[in-house]
């Protein structure tokens, strides 16, 4: 099985807390690096990494941060 197809249909949150990210990637987004929060979404097969990092961290308040 690819790593596409083991993350197909999942959420965003579902994928990282599947992959054991979930942790690491809310520590990232606190503390608005962008690289790696880039690198995490591309771990679980995130079509635009750079376009979510970006939404995410212009505004985390709408995600939860």
Known sequence: ???????A??????RLFTARLLD??????KAKS???VVRLLEQVSVDDPEWT???????????DF
Do not use: C, Q, W
């Not at 249909?9 to 579902?14: H, K, P």
């Not at 990092?53 to 995600?63: H, S």
């Open 9 to 14: 249909g999942m959420s965003l949150n579902e």
């Open 53 to 63: 990092a970006e939404t995410i961290l212009k505004r985390p308040e709408e995600y």
């Open 24 to 29: 690491a990637f809310d520590a990232a987004v």
């Open 34 to 36: 962008r690289a790696k």
């Open 1 to 7: 099985m690819s790593v596409e197809d083991r993350y």
